[in-house]
């Protein structure tokens, strides 16, 4: 029971052509585990501490409502979500047993993801703080203090957050990778599909090469599906609703910005100047 699900070409050649689609079981079950864990940990873990730092000082410069997300940045999100969804259900519904024609939606909602997706890049890399997303030093030495601390073992307690916390960070970085190789992938496999657009050219490629790049994208389809039940779940939880609400209004209120990050990480005055330059 391999995870490449393999053929004989005309020539007699053995060929990869899709990933093994048990795997999306595998990855679905693995997301519903790791969601019942999360639960059962959080229930008896006590609340998070953190060392103090000089926010009392920052926190008459704290406007009520923080800014945190863009309203191009939001409308990124919400387009890429209902983009994502679409294509997660178009692909496995079928292979779950709901047969309809689905490959024409798939790559409609794939063009609308591969565009959002390169949007959010440019955003991102120009009128963003670009290494806002990516971990830091102090990331690292949190990650390991708050790793000691819940083992039993000594350490001072971690410092508020900058704008995302490390597991966010870890999260994005995961779906990036999942992401550019469905985007990638997919783009190119739309030759092998009737489109309005394209000339038809199954012979762009071999069938080997075809073969792994059917697999690449069905793997990291498959990896999506736990990816994104976990991004639901921490979108739903009831202690980061705040967090949800954000991406649709676009602000974090005063005190749970004071109690979760350190302004001296990442600033109001810093935020307000990131939402001048996205320029909404
Ligand atoms: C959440 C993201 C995505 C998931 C979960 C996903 C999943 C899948 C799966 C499981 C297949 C069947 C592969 C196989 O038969 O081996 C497939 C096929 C395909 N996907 Fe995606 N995909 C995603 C994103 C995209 C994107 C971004 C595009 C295009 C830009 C795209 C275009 C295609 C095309 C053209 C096919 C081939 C259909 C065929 O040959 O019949 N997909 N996708």
Redesign the pocket.
């Known amino acids: 029971m391999g995870i490449v699900e393999w053929a004989t070409s005309p020539w007699g050649q053995s060929v990869p052509?899709?990933?093994s689609?048990y795997l999306l079981w595998v990855s679905a079950i693995a997301g519903l585990l790791f969601l019942i864990g999360h639960a059962i940990w959080l229930r008896f873990s006590g609340p998070e501490e953190y060392e103090e730092s000089a926010r009392a000082n920052a926190a008459a410069l704290v406007p009520d409502k923080v800014p945190r997300h863009s309203l191009a940045a939001r409308l990124f999100h919400w387009i890429m979500a209902a983009a994502?969804l679409v294509?997660?259900f178009t692909?496995?519904l079928p292979?779950v047993g709901v047969e309809f024609p689905w490959?024409t939606y798939?790559?409609v909602?794939?063009?609308v993801?591969?565009a959002s997706i390169v949007f959010h890049v440019v955003h991102a890399s120009f009128w963003l703080d670009f290494w806002s997303i990516w971990p830091d030093r102090a990331d690292s030495e949190d990650g390991l203090r708050r790793l000691r601390r819940s083992l039993g073992l000594s350490a001072p307690p971690p410092r508020r957050f900058a704008k995302y916390p490390l597991e966010n960070k870890m999260y994005h970085g995961v779906i990036v990778l999942a992401?550019l190789s469905?985007?990638g992938?997919?783009?190119l496999?739309?030759f092998?599909?009737r489109t309005p657009f394209l000339t038809r050219n199954p012979y762009l490629f071999g069938d080997m090469t075809w073969g792994w790049m059917?697999?690449l994208?069905?793997l990291?389809?498959?990896g999506?599906?736990a990816l994104?039940m976990v991004h639901i779940y921490f979108a739903i939880r009831p202690e980061k609703l705040v967090i949800t609400k954000s991406m649709i209004f676009g602000t974090l209120d005063r005190d749970y910005y004071l109690s979760h990050h350190d302004p001296a990480r990442w600033g109001p005055e810093e935020t307000a100047t990131e939402e001048a330059a996205a320029g909404d």
Do not use: N, P
């Open positions: 052509i899709h990933v689609f994502m294509l997660l692909a496995f292979k490959v798939h790559w909602a794939g063009l993801l591969s992401g469905v985007m992938t997919g783009l496999m739309m092998r599909v059917y697999f994208h069905g990291a389809g498959v999506l599906i994104i």
